[in-house]
């Protein structure tokens, strides 16, 4: 069994990470460290747990763990590991931004399977992809590794409420958010950055924009994306570039059907649709933003760096209404 | 033209009565006042006001109003008497729970129309009821009106989040409340002093329960009750009770329909529905909160104080979807 | 008094109209007709009339009438027309798409106020814009009528429930649409004849592309579009060109604070809000669909062509939450 | 391996009996039944399973089957075994409500594990019961086990659009329910026969009116319930009572926490809370309509009859936001 820690367990990526471990079938939790609340009950601040669990927060911090998955906010995991230290077979997933951009300095890997499968394997620290980063890069890396990437890409993309936080906040309240829709961001979100630099990856020189508007939906979870940019082969020849990137992945998907969010709430998959128009090639991306956006593709990673089944603990009942 | 004054002018019932009184044909809003913003565009607050007044947050008070609402905290309308006078014409509509109980030494009328329309219209002071007073009071007080309260009141509602108010809380973020529904303080709720209050004025000596659950729903606006109790008439006798109660009411209405809370989201209006099952007596009652259950009602109550039409600026186009 | 007529009364858009037209000022209703439902009350289809109106749904047509609305069915009206003739004075306003092109053989006149004030206070015949073409209409217009338009533009917008009428499909199944969301009919939406059209009017020659994915959200009402494209000038050029187009609109507003989409829900406004990025003028537009997009337009070209204030009858109070 | 038939498999109840059989440890699906699309892909209705499954509608059933559920409308339960013989060795759940009233002919057990265990495990066929009744039997049984029911009960339970199955009606179109609630069948509701009918078994002789108001949410999944009576004990007491009565529950738990629905959503589990309010004790009761209420509860049946783990492919991670 693979002895886990977490730290910082009281958001919604260390509650969906404590949800999806309870029940893997190859985890054990060691801890949830908690500097506010040691002592307390999980099920306490996690509540869809009562009756399941006796896990309590912990104040300790055990440093022979096999992993530690950081839910830390935004640059607080950098610190965090200023300050501690784990055993050298540690393996670390940190879910921030922290190291998702490269900089020669840090070892952290990108964890994004469908395009580091096998770079993740080898990883003993990995930076979780960011959920708009997730979704989009899924709908457009395809065709940059297919160096195909000619002309701007146009991004549209809605999020759940639990894209803000747990973190009470005027737009959080019910009655803003409740039937209300609104875009923020535009052009300037911070996953751009991320999404660039695969891109960039896979093909080198690519220098156009990707066009961004990021907007807040009225549910609580998920992220429907929509991009498209010029494109002067056939469908055909796109669905054949997409297939192929995706023949191995375990969670991603090529599909026919009509899209829309909960066909993949509360799974770790990524549906994705491609349409032709004009000199158009759309894609539709959908997916869970705390699984596969989040906490599901944490797990997945680390079901990779351990040589586990890709999908251990991730064959997720989808809630669907 | 009357000229009005609001004390507390960010909240959600002072958000309604700007709207109320902005279209209002015999209304002036004066100021509306806040010592934390003067100056600020009501606007910038209430901003689907945008484009439609030019309005702005007054720091100063005038005395010489002819009206002035205070949409204040519980507790701080009695505060804010005390530290502010104004001429002896200005007449109160106060929101708060401050003055509904009465104690002998205030003077405040308890503003429930559908049984104190005379009161009112003489009144200087108006205690304007609580949301779920008003819509339980209309549901079960014509058959104390008629004594004929024999045994004790279940009552069961649902209050939408705006009735939380404009404060961020756990059970107002949208991910916590969205597709969610609760229960609290059942039995235990404040505004059965007030139906209390109401029910032994019109039939003293009652003294049984009013057993009262409220609940929290996921929605913004509106309270659903249903009220049963013993009751050995005939459906047709209570419905003449009924009837007789509110056949001057300008709001209240006895229906056939089935009811359900849209019918009565964004107006002023309240929909009663009488049922007979074996020997209980089953009323639903269904009112908008920030209306009928407050904003709404306070104009009304000033309709009637100053003598004019009672439907006055209170023609609400309902929102229905 | 204007007397008033509306054919096909037990839609989303009928149903608006009788609200509206209730409680106009300088309005009688004097038939709603219905050939399934004659006799049947107004308040027993559209509930939210419970208490207030006796109006009955009607098999008989008045044709001296002044002003008739058609709620029919796209492709519905010009069979009607066909087959009733109404006075020579009967003013015509058509709600569906039947007479929104240009085709050289009828008379109807593009009901989009902001573009042709002059021509619908003429006008006898109106055809009442979609409601996406309106949003998207007024977002991109302005810099169509200064001849600036010189790229493609993108465009994203999402709309209630009430977009796709009372009928009962798949897609408005509550469980369905409940926190879920999706784009549907990308790059071909029907409503992109009448932009074009309007774009062609102002800037002759135009021939780019509008590139627009139309999504469903999970609200009722409302419109939340954004729009960009290539821009040459500064922001403040183009707000002075905005500012100057709309400087006489009754109902739209350039605003500079953030917008969301319940600012305008239950209004009949559209508020804009512009903002510069490298090369691109994103412009994000919000209406009601129902209102601004479709019966309170309705009504605001009725008010025109009868000479009235062009907002009588259209000071609605916002639901807001 | 057992293998596992499903007859009726477009509905809600099927669709999750197919996601939750789909991930269990020991069964396979050897075929879902439906006579209108035999050969469609089950992933083209329930497309939540899109990517995961190639399982198609099957036009024939296996009468050698290990088990059968029936996810037929009520009546068509008795219609189809009258029609379609098994194997003496299938077993059969039906989740209609076809059997779960005892009349003496057919032997069918009522499978609610909480006070049938026993029965159920030596059990052929059995009658899932309702969600109400599920929710409400769970908050009142342990009451009548220790024949301490006095007095009438006082039930007000709220529940998901899913409640109403996947037909197409008013009452679930989207912009009817969205922000919506209403009262239905008040003292009336079907599910009262089986409420009573266990009580009685419980506590012979109990004869008592249960009071039952029905009511529908704007939310999809769950059922929150209320009931409450007069209990002359004490609080501690009465828990006493309860945890006796769960203390082998696999999925039923008392806790201290203040009850939300979304505790329970997406799990099977049943959470009760008691209290008490001068001489009424109070029980809230919360489920998933779809899994404790009627999916969910057929596998824990299933598994019960089989003599495998009771909790065996139901640990499912809440969906919880």
């Known amino acids: 069994m693979i002895s886990a820690g977490i730290i910082g367990g009281a958001g919604y990526t260390a509650g969906e990470l404590i949800r999806i471990l309870l029940r893997h079938p190859e985890v054990n939790i060691n801890f949830v460290y908690s500097t506010s609340q040691p002592g307390k009950p999980v099920a306490a601040v996690h509540q869809d747990l009562l009756g399941e669990t006796d896990l309590q927060f912990s104040g300790e911090i ?120 609104s875009a923020y961001k535009a052009f300037e979100h911070q996953h751009l950055n991320e999404i660039g630099q695969s891109l960039n990856l896979l093909q080198p020189g690519f220098s156009t924009q990707i066009n961004f508007i990021p907007n807040r939906g009225n549910f609580s979870r998920g992220i429907h994306a929509t991009a498209y940019t010029k494109f002067s082969g056939s469908l055909e020849e796109a669905k054949d570039l997409y297939m192929e990137a995706y023949k191995d992945a375990a969670f991603t998907f090529l599909v026919e059907e009509e899209l829309h969010l909960k066909q993949v709430v509360n799974t770790n998959k990524c549906l994705l649709k491609l349409q032709k128009f004009g000199d158009k090639l759309l894609i539709t991306s959908i997916i869970d933003n705390l699984l596969k ?10 079901n990779l760096m351990f040589g586990i089944e890709e999908t251990a603990g991730l064959k997720l009942k989808a809630n669907y209404f």
């Open 62 to 181: 055990d440093k022979d763990i096999d992993v530690v998955f950081l839910c830390l906010g935004h640059g607080n995991s950098v610190k965090f590991l200023s300050e501690h230290q784990f055993s050298e077979e540690t393996k670390i997933v940190d879910l921030s931004t922290d190291y998702r951009m490269a900089d020669g300095k840090h070892s952290f890997v990108y964890g994004l399977p469908e395009f580091k499968k096998e770079e993740i394997k080898k990883a003993d620290f990995i930076a979780n992809p960011g959920c708009f980063a997730t979704a989009i890069s899924l709908a457009i890396l395809p065709l940059a590794k297919a160096k195909l990437t000619k002309d701007e890409w146009h991004v549209n993309a809605v999020t759940g409420a639990t894209g803000a936080g747990t973190s009470l906040s005027p737009t959080t309240h019910f009655t803003w958010r409740d039937n209300n829709f």
């Open 293 to 302: 956006g989040a906490s599901g593709q944490a797990v997945q990673n680390m």
